[in-house]
């Protein structure tokens, strides 16, 4: 849900999903595929100099799966969301956050 102070934030990650869903839908036609992908955290050196070890493992505890994400996690979907594996998938917001959701 919305965050206080995060406004911006959450409106750009709307304007995202409502931009994939319609160029999937005007793009679809000519054969062309349009998902997104949402990650949760993910073990970044950016977001290790962002925050201290406590907080992030404190945010790892309100993970389900335990930890924080990896960029090869992150890279996998991209590239399954690439392959002739996904063909069908058009509209999409792929959710990766081991589990930890939150409203866009």
Do not use: W
Not at 2 to 11: S, V
Not at 26 to 35: A, I
Not at 38 to 54: A, C, F, K, M, W
Request: charged share 20%; glycine share 14%.
């Amino acid at each position: 849900g919305g965050r206080p102070t995060l406004g911006h934030y959450g409106a750009a990650k709307a304007c995202v999903v409502a931009l994939t869903r319609t160029a999937a839908r005007e793009l679809g036609p000519h054969g062309v595929t349009v998902n997104a992908v949402s990650p949760g955290y993910v073990d970044t050196e950016r977001l290790g100099s962002t925050l201290p070890r406590e907080r992030l493992d404190a945010l790892a505890k309100q993970i389900p799966v335990g930890r924080i994400g990896t960029p090869a996690e992150i890279a996998a979907a991209v590239v399954f969301l690439t392959s002739d594996g996904a063909a069908f998938v058009n509209g999409a917001v792929l959710d990766i956050h081991g589990g930890r959701m939150e409203s866009v």
